[in-house]
């Protein structure tokens, strides 16, 4: 028993032990927490945030970020839009191209982000940043601050059809979790941004091209913010030019609650999955149990801190900057 | 080195430094009319420059405000790029430089409609404007103990619009389809907005009138659609079936609102604000119960004509009562009964407007409390 209980296996599990606790916190205050059509709520609304979280881990993998989520899901939702209804307005008949067209779309978006890193010499933080302005002014553009919608109930279903009391969104969500989790683990390109984001010169050194990898990266990372894209037109029927807002900030946060470290090289998607879950439930428990909305924000600035104490190991590491 | 070498050598580096200074400012002076555009529209208004400043392009609402001030000075025989748009993307620091610059330019012969941005950023505008010589209406934002007639003839108008009185009656509409009883939640809008908390009240003076209804919760989604279909649907697990009725303080929230009650295949009765074209057909398609219209676009003319109006001395702003200085702009309730005809009258084509009859549309004087 003492065996499986060491330092590091607890570390690893702690941010699901957060989660655990957080549930059962709440749930005691209000049993309706603790419900199916509860988790239901809370996966619909989760899953836009985790797609862009988890495209977000394969860059903080790597020891870079990309900030190019918010423009980048306006640009690409508005874009789907307008293609959807171009082909027909339904999913039905040939509007279904609009689906990979725009997954293509975003990790070609994502590829140009990725170049222009790479090859500019510009720190990711600011070409990504960026690059997710041109989107937002992109998706103003299009719309001229009108809203597009979109009334096909075929491509509705992922929200109105349900399987065992979820959306059907929850379960493309968890498919392009469970995809995620095989890149990292299973492909070569997966496993070099471990290797690029523990030691980018050790991983030069060993003959990884890690000038491609980080442009897969951010490839990858687009073709997500795709996923999101679809995710929150299909849950709200409808994009404009603020359709990725607040993106940033949930999807940045949960990724280092869930114990991915910002630094590169340690985590993976199942922690962008925990992560998430935490700040989610935190924000839908603040709202159940009825903690007054004047403070509702302060609660999630320290609920956060907690967990990222309780969830990272900072004795591995030698400064935090 | 002699005394004489020396002044020599001083006094020419300092013609030479001169001459650059002056070629410098001649060059920029020569360059700035050139970069706006030139100034050949402005002889056409009357030689005064016309110039909207507003928060952003994003939004169907800003959109139609500057419809309005282009209809304004399309009325006038112009262009509508005849009217500068100076887009401050929600910095009051952008909002006064920019202003200042306009002024700048066209040496003060400026009429302007603005948005302030927020409260404090309008004293400073219109100070700008004062010193400069040109004439301002703003619009929304600026502090309860700042009014035109305290600045003079060069701030013409402040134009508002009242959330109580139209959100009460939304508020009314609603109780009504629930029978009378039962409880409502509201989703607002950011919370130290005052639209806001007016829409808010508005609602809590209905709910003062119906003894059987009561307010569940009232929370925050930022007049956000997607935090707004967060929100709704945590109401539905805290609340679950108590819930009879949905107030929104905008449109984008209620449909947000409605999106997540139709993920649940709920149907429940939801009132919104603003009148947006969308939000209009859901009316008329009976999702939505009702909205409100506050006209943007003649709000947008308006402002617009007041300032340059005054400019061109059609007026005289300090002759004319408070009630034309400071005064609410027309709100519309928009229902199922009535939503076809406030459709072709307002959307689907713009209606014109008499620019001259100034207040014609207005909903009395801004009162404070």
Redesign the interface.
């Known amino acids: 028993m003492a065996r499986f209980l060491t330092r590091e296996t607890l570390l690893k599990w702690a941010p699901l032990l957060v989660l655990i606790a957080l549930i059962a916190f709440f749930s005691i205050i209000?049993p309706?927490?603790l419900?199916v059509?509860?988790f239901a709520?809370l996966f619909?609304?989760a899953s836009p945030a985790l797609m862009v979280a988890i495209g977000v881990t394969f860059i903080i993998l790597m020891g870079s970020i990309d900030l190019s989520m918010e423009g980048a899901v306006s640009a690409l939702a508005v874009i789907f839009c307008y293609v959807l209804l171009w082909l027909g307005g339904t999913i039905a008949g040939f509007g279904f191209l609009a689906i990979p067209a725009i997954l293509l779309l975003g990790a070609i978006v994502g590829a140009i982000n990725g170049l222009i890193h790479v090859h500019l010499r510009i720190p990711s933080f600011m070409s990504s940043l960026a690059m997710g302005f041109v989107g937002t002014g992109a998706a103003?553009l299009m719309t001229?601050?009108?809203?597009v919608?979109i009334n096909d109930e075929t491509f509705?279903a992922l929200?109105?059809e349900r399987v065992f009391g979820f959306?059907l969104m929850v379960y493309v969500a968890l498919f392009f979790l469970i995809l995620g989790s095989i890149i990292l683990s299973h492909t070569k390109v997966g496993r070099n941004f471990y290797a690029v984001g523990g030691g980018e010169d050790l991983a030069h050194a060993s003959g990884v091209n890690v000038k491609r990898v980080r442009v897969w990266a951010f490839a990858l990372a687009g073709f997500y913010f795709s996923i999101a894209a679809l995710l929150?037109v299909a849950?709200?029927?409808?994009a404009?030019?603020?359709?990725g807002?607040?993106l940033m900030f949930i999807s940045i946060t949960s990724v280092v609650v869930g114990g991915v470290a910002l630094w590169g090289g340690i985590g993976g998607v199942w922690n962008a999955l925990v992560g998430v879950l935490i700040v989610s439930v935190i924000?839908?428990g603040m709202?159940?149990i009825?903690i007054p909305?004047?403070i509702q924000d302060g609660v999630l600035g320290i609920m956060v801190i907690i967990a990222v104490i309780l969830s990272t190991d900072r004795r591995t590491v030698a400064f935090v900057k | 080195m002699s005394t004489f070498i020396k002044d020599y050598i001083e006094r020419e580096k300092l013609s030479r430094r001169n001459f650059l200074f002056a070629t410098a400012a001649g060059l920029t002076s020569a360059a700035i009319p050139g970069a706006f555009g030139g100034g050949a529209a402005m002889a056409d208004a009357g030689g005064w420059a016309l110039a909207w400043s507003y928060r952003d392009r994003a939004s169907a609402y800003w959109n139609a405000i500057v419809s309005g001030g282009e209809a304004y000075t399309e009325s006038l025989g112009l262009k509508k790029d005849a009217m500068t748009n100076l887009i401050n993307e929600g910095s009051s620091e952008k909002s006064l430089a920019d202003i200042k610059a306009f002024l700048a330019k066209n040496n003060g012969k400026a009429a302007i409609a603005c948005d302030a941005n927020d409260s404090p950023n309008a004293r400073p505008v219109a100070e700008a404007v004062k010193k400069a010589g040109g004439y301002i209406s703003t619009i929304w934002n600026k502090t309860d103990d700042l009014h035109p007639w305290d600045i003079g003839d060069n701030y013409v108008a402040h134009l508002s619009w009242s959330g109580e009185k139209p959100s009460e009656e939304a508020a009314n509409i609603l109780i009504k389809a629930m029978g009378g009883e039962g409880a409502i939640v509201h989703l607002g809008g950011i919370p130290a907005n005052i639209p806001a908390i007016e829409r808010l009240n508005g609602l809590k003076n209905a709910i003062k009138k119906n003894p059987k209804v009561q307010l569940l919760d009232s929370q925050p989604a930022d007049w956000d659609t997607t935090k707004a279909a967060a929100l709704m649907s945590n109401y539905l697990t805290k609340y679950g079936n108590k819930i009879k009725g949905v107030h929104c303080a905008n449109d984008n929230m209620a449909y947000g609102v409605l999106q997540a009650l139709k993920a649940e295949g709920i149907n429940l009765p939801v009132t919104a604000f603003d009148g947006n074209p969308e939000a209009v057909d859901m009316v008329m398609k009976g999702e939505l119960l009702a909205t409100v219209f506050t006209n943007p676009h003649w709000g947008g003319g308006i402002a617009l004509g007041l300032a340059h109006q005054a400019a061109l001395g059609k007026f005289k702003p300090s002759e004319e009562p408070k009630a034309h200085r400071e005064f609410y702009g027309p709100s519309i309730l928009v229902t199922k009964a009535d939503a076809d005809a406030f459709k072709k009258k307002y959307l689907d084509s713009t209606p014109k407007y008499d620019w001259t009859d100034r207040w014609g549309l207005s909903a009395g004087q801004i009162e404070y409390k």
């Open positions: 209000n309706n927490f419900s059509r509860n709520r619909t609304n103003i001229g601050g009108n809203i919608k509705r929200l109105t959306p929150q849950k709200l029927g409808q404009e030019s603020v359709t807002s607040n924000n839908n709202i159940v009825g909305d004047f």
